[in-house]
């Protein structure tokens, strides 16, 4: 059985799909490419697919992932543009690698995020990120199943700042405007519960009054292992890059070492 892991995004109006239905997108995709898939066992067998972490609806993202299981070799960058055709615009298929090693979910453990605030000050939006940064916690409140919920949104927050226009990622000028913009650059842990960046708005809401006039547009940039020492989130993919590409650079070795 071979085992594919694939990036996708959610742009633009996609952004508003819910995980529920990108797994019928994604189902139906794998029937149109006519991939050979893994299928459960029991009464209702379904394809063997794992998603990981999605995001929120209404959210756009760059990075989300899944891994697939196979009952035939696939060439991994054939599947990938195969998947991609059978897709909408907006969901699409941007990397695929053959899984080389385990525990990608765990892999998964920090979000980086761009929030385009519009009608906001970058001054404003960085008086309140100040203030939020400075502040050892952060009590935001959110409804849940059993009512509302109140816990601290800073710990989860490894670094908030504000950024110019000019670094902000192309999927955020969808909604071009005159009146001022503040671009956030947030990078979250991935705790429990769960902090999303709605809630570090509620957060610069609670300690500096910052209330867009407008829902912020979201997007998520990358996720992956937290490197505590640069404060970066890596490329959870590169593993298995990595242990797919060793075995090539280790054969002209073992020729040059083999006897004549």
Partial sequence: ??????????RGRLRFTSHRDFQRAFERALRRAEVPMAYSAGFTPHPKVSYANAAPTGTGSEAEYLEIALTA???PEQLRALLDESLPTGLDIT???EARTSGLADRLTASVWELRLDGVPPEEARRAADAFNAAETVEVQRLAKNGVRTFDARSAVASLEVRELSETHSSQADRPTDQPCAILRLVVRHVTPAVRPDDVLSGLRAVADLAPPVPAAVTRLAQGLFDEETGTVTDPLAPDREAVEAPTTAEPTAAAT???
């Fill in 95 to 97: 990397e695929a690698v």
């Fill in 1 to 10: 059985m071979q085992r594919i892991r694939l990036r996708y995004t959610k």
């Fill in 258 to 260: 083999a006897p004549a």
């Fill in 73 to 75: 070799h696939r060439d």
